[in-house]
């Protein structure tokens, strides 16, 4: 296993696992098994391969700076909002975003929005 990520997002929970096979190992079983075992557990499975050239990116990411954007306003409209420009000027990608404010309501117009980009 070289990498694994949850998230939970409206009750639906999201894993994905990067794997690599040994070359002696079979794709075909491995796939056949994982996807016997999600039917039994009511669960769905996808599979997709990773080319050669997208490890290496995904590798090189690891050792790159990382940042977190926190952006607070009265509605945050959009996605993610307002950064938009500027993530997109800096040429950065965003992995993950989480809202930090508690529920917000139409019907409150003083509520203060806040969300964090990874």
């Not at 700076?65 to 997109?88: E, K, M, V, Y």
């Not at 800096?90 to 993950?96: A, G, T």
């Not at 117009?109 to 990874?118: D, F, G, I, Q, S």
């Amino acid at each position: 296993m070289l990498d694994i990520g949850q998230a939970v997002v409206h009750e639906a929970l999201s894993l994905g696992i990067l794997i690599e096979l040994p070359a002696d190992e079979s794709l075909a079983a491995l796939k056949r098994e994982l996807t016997e075992r999600a039917h039994e557990l009511q669960l769905t499975v996808r599979f997709s391969m990773v080319r050669p050239d997208s490890l290496e990116h995904w590798l090189r990411g690891l050792h790159q700076q990382h940042f977190i954007i926190t952006i607070l306003g009265a509605r945050l409209r959009g996605a993610p909002g307002p950064g938009n420009d500027i993530i997109a000027a800096h040429e950065m990608n965003v992995d993950r975003i989480d809202r930090l404010s508690q529920g917000l309501s139409a019907n409150d117009p003083a509520a203060n929005a806040c969300v964090e980009l990874r």
